[in-house]
């Protein structure tokens, strides 16, 4: 059986491609068009391009992780296969009603339809495209986090896999084909061989290899007010997009409209070292 590391550009899932190696290592790059949000090193911007088949413009995590797997690709000495879906602007669901009244409708805690269309369903095409499945695919849960991988094993069927719906042609009229196939086994190597974030950070301590101070999106709709507060100011370039999708009727989030967490004034300081990875939101795999 073919075995897949699905890569996030985080430190666990680097860990696995590290020491577990794999037939394959994808990584899910997340895109935008928006060019306020311009990758700033166009050599590498280039690259990028090149890696995925189309023009890149930015990300909407932080930079820092296009060097993350550039650098890792380097330490481990195989090759990570880069993949792309649709950029996040085209993903946002716009229209208009039957009345013509304009609508959008933006994924939250939820409906997380942005993790689907960005992570979940391009590498899931992609295995379908490149591999004879069912897979193997390895997924970065640590051993502290067995209820994350037995809410994604209630997902397998009896004969202890996933099955899922790809596309596997069109028809006459250019509509998608779609038929129900075995996908995946998901293991975890990292619950398996009792692996905690401590052993995780020692590893990596002097490795060249760099990571970003927070994964995943930069306005993460997971994340609590407080630290989007912070990532506004981190990047607000990025933070920006966010704000810019909202409408007085959509929202990331419930609470509070991203501007106005822009505009909030905090009673103190905000500093990197008060936030760790469990404030950050994730995209389950």
């Known amino acids: 059986m073919t075995t897949v590391n699905s890569l996030s550009g985080g430190k666990t899932s680097s860990y696995i491609a590290a020491n577990y190696p794999a037939d394959y290592e994808l990584f899910s790059l997340v895109r935008t068009t928006d060019k306020e949000c311009l990758f700033p090193d166009a050599k590498i911007r280039q690259e990028v391009s090149d890696r995925i088949g189309q023009e890149f413009i930015g990300t909407l995590e932080q930079d820092t992780i296009i060097y993350t797997m550039l650098d890792l690709e380097q330490y481990i000495g195989r090759p990570i296969t880069w993949i792309t879906g649709k950029p996040f602007d085209e993903v946002i669901i716009r229209g208009k009603k039957a009345n013509g009244e304009g609508y959008t409708y933006l994924p939250n805690v939820t409906q997380r339809f942005c993790t689907t269309e960005l992570k979940i369903n391009p590498i899931k095409q992609w295995c379908y495209e490149n591999t004879e499945l069912p897979i193997e695919m390895r997924i970065g849960f640590r051993a502290n986090e067995v209820k994350r991988a037995n809410s994604m094993l209630d997902r397998h069927r ?128």
């Not at 038929?179 to 990292?190: D, G, N, S």
């Not at 966010?242 to 007085?248: N, R, W």
């Open 158 to 285: 009896e004969d202890g896999f996933q099955y899922d719906k790809f596309i596997v042609g069109q028809s006459e009229g250019g509509r998608n084909k779609w038929k129900e196939l075995k996908y995946r086994k998901t293991t975890f190597p990292l619950i398996n061989d009792n692996i905690y974030k401590d052993k995780i950070e020692s590893f990596w301590q002097d490795k060249p290899v760099r990571f970003a101070y927070m994964n995943n999106c930069v306005g993460c709709f997971h994340r609590n007010e407080i630290l989007l507060k912070h990532m506004s100011e981190k990047e607000p370039n990025k933070f920006n997009w966010f704000a810019k999708q909202e409408t007085a009727k959509a929202r990331f989030k419930k609470e509070m409209s991203y501007e106005a967490i822009k505009r909030h004034r905090l009673q103190f300081d905000l500093f990197d070292d008060d936030f760790n990875e469990c404030d950050s939101g994730y995209c389950g795999l």
